[in-house]
């Protein structure tokens, strides 16, 4: 079983900071896809970043590229999501998610997610 806990996100500013991290039960993000999803209200689940876990290749929305920040601790089990000059538009609640294999079978685990809502 794997378990994923986010934290991190608050209220901010328009143009302010937040930085989320997510606490994995057990050691994953060594090959494995990690990454960090948000859901506005009333919009459909979109990614934000997440790193491959084969070449450790990252992707970002481009909507958050040159703004956002995405890193991984192996040795913590600790994947982050740096977000830097916030737009009231990254209101949303922010999901952590790793896939990986489970006995031959494709797995996606997600965290109880962390609600971020910038102030314009």
């Known amino acids: 079983q794997v378990q994923l806990v986010e934290s991190g996100g608050g209220l901010v500013q328009a143009g302010g900071s937040l930085r989320l991290s997510c606490a994995a039960s057990?050691?994953?993000?060594?090959?494995?896809?990690m990454g960090w999803y948000r859901q506005a209200s009333g919009k459909q689940r979109e990614l934000v970043a997440e790193i491959t876990g084969g070449g450790g290749i990252v992707n970002f929305a481009d909507s958050v590229k040159g703004r956002f920040t995405i890193s991984r601790d192996i040795a913590e089990n600790t994947l982050s999501l740096q977000m830097n000059r916030l737009k009231p538009e990254d209101t949303a609640v922010y999901y952590c998610?790793?896939?990986?294999?489970?006995?031959?079978?494709?797995?996606?685990?997600w965290g109880q997610g962390t609600q971020v809502t910038v102030s314009s």
């Open positions: 998610n790793v896939k990986m294999v489970v006995s031959g079978l494709n797995r996606s685990y």
């Open positions: 057990r050691s994953i993000l060594r090959g494995n896809t």
